[in-house]
Structure formats: structure tokens, C-alpha cells
């Protein structure tokens, strides 16, 4: 079975950094791409940042831009959130969702991703 797992998280206070994994299993090859999305208390769940494996491209929300960076690492089995200079607003429960099939383009659309994670919390304090 497909398992994709968030790590990292946490607690940080305005103006700080901290980092997101999310690792997958279950394939032998890697996911075509991959996305964070997050959801604030009952918000419906949004994109925040999405990479694609091979052609290498990004795409951000407008209000992540600048502040957080999505990579993938050699093995492009795991991907990272670097968020700095984070705010308040970021507060929320952030998932990890990616795609093997479909296509390698860049989306912050749900709908677009089949295997998703439990979440994890980010807390950010001002």
C-alpha cells in the first residue's frame, strides 16, 4: 500500500523557520509530483506549494511566495517545506499529497493528487 508520511512541524514564534518532510512507500519509483497543502481550523484545505520530479518546476501560493521554498531530494523519494519568516496566519495543519501518474505539471488543486497524508501541525505565535 501507498503511505506518505509528514515530519517536522511544530511550534514557532512570528518571524522564525521551520521545516517540513514528507516521505513516500509503496512504489518503486518516486512520485511525478508532489504538493503541500494546509487547512486553518475550518478552512477548506489549500494549496501551498507543488514540485514536479523531473522538469523541476515550482509553484506557490501567493501567500507563501518568498518566504517558503519546496525541494526534493537526489533519491526524490522525500520533499521538503523550508518555511521562513513564518506569521501567524500560517498556522494550520499542513498535508502532503502527490501524484505517480498523470502528468508532470505543477498543481494546487486537490483534485489532483491521489495519495495524501495524515497532516501535520504547525503552530506559529506572535
Known amino acids: 500500500a501507498q503511505v506518505v508520511v509528514e515530519s517536522g512541524g511544530g511550534s514557532a514564534q512570528a518571524g522564525g523557520s521551520l521545516k517540513l518532510s514528507c516521505t513516500v512507500s509503496?512504489?518503486?519509483?518516486?512520485?511525478?509530483?508532489w504538493a503541500w497543502f494546509r487547512q486553518k481550523s475550518l478552512n477548506e484545505r489549500e494549496g501551498v506549494a507543488s514540485?514536479?520530479?523531473?522538469?523541476?518546476?515550482?509553484s506557490y501560493d501567493d501567500s507563501v511566495k518568498g518566504r517558503f521554498t519546496i525541494n526534493l531530494d537526489s533519491a526524490k523519494k522525500t520533499m521538503d517545506l523550508q518555511m521562513n519568516s513564518l506569521k501567524p496566519d500560517d498556522t494550520a495543519m499542513y498535508s502532503c499529497?502527490?501524484?505517480?501518474?498523470?502528468?508532470?505539471?505543477?498543481?494546487?488543486?486537490?483534485?489532483?493528487?491521489?495519495?495524501w497524508g495524515h497532516g501535520i501541525q504547525v503552530n506559529v505565535s506572535s
Open positions: 509503496g512504489y518503486d519509483y518516486p512520485p511525478e509530483c
Open positions: 499529497a502527490v501524484r505517480y501518474f498523470g502528468g508532470q505539471y505543477t498543481s494546487l488543486r486537490r483534485g489532483t493528487y491521489s495519495y
Open positions: 514540485i514536479c520530479r523531473d522538469i523541476g518546476d515550482t
